[in-house]
């Protein structure tokens, strides 16, 4: 069995912040932890930038700063030498959200083949990600989900959706760098799943260039993974999945109860957790096939999955898996894991502050709502103000 103490090491986990970011990050989070104030504050930060008002810089020196590496990929530069450094990759994420033109979709296209570029040269970077929705509407995937008949204008405009996923899952087969795709909202998800496919099949066929996300607080998905890895294997290509929980749960809850529909969502949270322990361990189980990538902040699921490979004799670092978890949250994980061996990757968001407001905000709400995570940053992070003696 692996210690099951590694993470509790805060020195570790610390090692990058000066003694003002982690008082700024005790601060950041101890406000968080509030819920009322992150409703208040949201809703004020969504008037303020609708009215022009400069909060900008307010919003840059505190949450901005902790969650995002920069608005470019150019500022995000010393954060990824310093996090690799200390044996941690970065995955770039360029996470403006919510525009719904060609323009911009071909901007966030542009721009993630730009990074690509950027990463082929650079060992700190070895995987690229989008969000399927920064490529195209997502009426128009959820319209293809649902086997709803599209206008020829519409059919141009999802042909230039599969032109911009394939440039992206090209590119990295090209210069060998993984190419994780986000998964969202259930109802756009089973277009996506269906070019991903194609994807995988198109680009994964030396070994798993283009990965899939499988959102596990979902019912369906461990089903999903073992009827997706019969095709692949019939078909002879290889898979690769990241594993996440999902980020919108109250999101789908509320809308299949307005719409009258069973959720698609696990009933409750040990179900959710259950239900990722067991894909990790399909996926483990048959790693010749499909590699992994587990995105989660959660200790059990990563000692889990380290027991569960040291059982195995799988190497500490084998090529064919990655544990990731988000810029500004538990690098008590990262870190620790980083120095004991293994691969480890961060999604460092990035964007003008306006446009990733969608992002922080669901960081923000995800500390609030989830049990026990931001009480655990903040434990953390008294530990280490303890140890530099800062109390
Ligand atoms: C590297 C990385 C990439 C990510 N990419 C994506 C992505 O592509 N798509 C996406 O949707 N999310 C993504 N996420 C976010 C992720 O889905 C989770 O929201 C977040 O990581 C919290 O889950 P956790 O595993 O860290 O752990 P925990 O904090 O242990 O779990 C919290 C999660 O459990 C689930 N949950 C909570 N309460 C209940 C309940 N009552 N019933 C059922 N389930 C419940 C929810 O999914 C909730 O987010 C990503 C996260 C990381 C770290």
Same mark, same amino acid.
């Given at each position: 069995?692996?210690?099951?103490?590694?993470?509790?090491?805060?020195?570790?986990?610390?090692?990058?912040?000066?003694?003002?970011?982690?008082?700024?990050?005790?601060?950041?989070?101890?406000?968080?932890?509030?819920?009322? @104030?992150?409703?208040?504050?949201?809703?004020?930060?969504?008037?303020?930038?609708?009215?022009?008002?400069?909060?900008?810089?307010?919003?840059?020196?505190?949450?901005?700063?902790?969650?995002?590496?920069?608005?470019?990929?150019?500022?995000?530069?010393?954060?990824?030498?310093?996090?690799?450094?200390?044996?941690? !990759?970065?995955?770039?994420?360029?996470?403006?959200?919510?525009?719904?033109?060609?323009?911009?979709?071909?901007?966030?296209?542009?721009?993630?083949?730009?990074?690509?570029?950027?990463?082929?040269?650079?060992?700190?970077?070895?995987?690229?990600?989008?969000?399927?929705?920064?490529?195209?509407?997502?009426?128009?995937?959820?319209?293809?989900?649902?086997?709803?008949?599209?206008?020829?204008?519409?059919?141009?405009?999802?042909?230039?959706?599969?032109?911009?996923?394939?440039?992206?899952?090209?590119?990295?087969?090209?210069?060998?760098?993984?190419?994780?795709?986000?998964?969202?909202?259930?109802?756009?998800?089973?277009?996506?799943?269906?070019?991903?496919?194609?994807?995988?099949?198109?680009?994964?066929?030396?070994?798993?260039?283009?990965?899939?996300? @499988?959102?596990?607080?979902?019912?369906?998905?461990?089903?999903?993974?073992?009827?997706?890895?019969?095709?692949?294997?019939?078909?002879?290509?290889?898979?690769?999945?990241?594993?996440?929980?999902?980020?919108?749960?109250?999101?789908?809850?509320?809308?299949?109860?307005?719409?009258?529909?069973?959720?698609?969502?696990?009933?409750?949270?040990?179900?959710?957790?259950?239900?990722?322990?067991?894909?990790?361990?399909?996926?483990?189980?048959?790693?010749?096939?499909?590699?992994?990538?587990?995105?989660?902040?959660?200790?059990?699921?990563?000692?889990?999955?380290?027991?569960?490979?040291?059982?195995?004799?799988?190497?500490?670092?084998?090529?064919?898996?990655?544990?990731?978890?988000?810029?500004?949250?538990?690098?008590?994980?990262?870190?620790?894991?980083? !120095?004991?061996?293994?691969?480890?990757?961060?999604?460092?968001?990035?964007?003008?502050?306006?446009?990733?407001?969608?992002?922080?905000?669901?960081?923000?709400?995800?500390?609030?709502?989830?049990?026990?995570?931001?009480?655990?940053?903040?434990?953390?992070?008294?530990?280490?103000?303890?140890?530099?003696?800062?109390?």
């Amino acid at each position: 069995m692996i210690s099951e103490h590694i993470f509790d090491n805060t020195e570790i986990a610390f090692s990058l912040k000066s003694d003002s970011e982690l008082e700024r990050a005790y601060f950041l989070f101890k406000m968080i932890s509030i819920e009322p @104030l992150v409703k208040i504050g949201t809703a004020a930060t969504n008037f303020a930038i609708k009215a022009h008002l400069p909060i900008e810089g307010l919003i840059r020196s505190t949450v901005f700063d902790h969650f995002c590496g920069g608005v470019n990929e150019v500022d995000c530069l010393p954060v990824i030498d310093k996090m690799f450094d200390k044996g941690v !990759s970065s995955v770039l994420d360029y996470s403006v959200e919510g525009k719904e033109n060609d323009k911009e979709f071909d901007a966030a296209m542009t721009t993630t083949l730009k990074i690509m570029d950027f990463a082929k040269e650079k060992k700190s970077m070895p995987i690229a990600v989008f969000k399927p929705t920064g490529f195209g509407r997502l009426k128009l995937f959820e319209k293809i989900g649902n086997g709803d008949v599209l206008t020829d204008k519409e059919k141009e405009e999802w042909q230039k959706v599969v032109n911009r996923f394939d440039a992206i899952c090209k590119r990295g087969k090209e210069h060998d760098i993984e190419v994780l795709i986000d998964a969202e909202e259930s109802w756009m998800q089973d277009a996506s799943d269906a070019l991903v496919r194609d994807m995988m099949q198109k680009y994964n066929t030396e070994k798993p260039i283009v990965f899939n996300t @499988l959102q596990m607080y979902r019912t369906d998905r461990l089903d999903f993974l073992k009827a997706e890895h019969q095709l692949a294997k019939e078909k002879g290509y290889f898979m690769g999945f990241k594993l996440v929980r999902g980020a919108y749960l109250e999101k789908e809850n509320e809308r299949a109860k307005e719409k009258g529909y069973p959720t698609p969502m696990c009933k409750s949270k040990l179900e959710t957790d259950t239900n990722f322990d067991n894909a990790v361990s399909y996926i483990l189980e048959n790693l010749n096939d499909i590699s992994l990538f587990i995105g989660s902040h959660n200790e059990e699921s990563s000692y889990a999955a380290m027991n569960l490979m040291a059982k195995m004799g799988l190497k500490i670092n084998d090529e064919r898996v990655w544990f990731g978890q988000l810029y500004g949250m538990s690098d008590h994980i990262s870190f620790n894991l980083a !120095s004991k061996g293994y691969n480890v990757a961060k999604y460092i968001p990035f964007g003008p502050v306006k446009d990733v407001m969608p992002y922080l905000i669901r960081r923000a709400e995800e500390n609030t709502s989830v049990a026990g995570q931001t009480g655990r940053e903040l434990a953390l992070l008294t530990k280490e103000k303890q140890r530099r003696k800062l109390l």
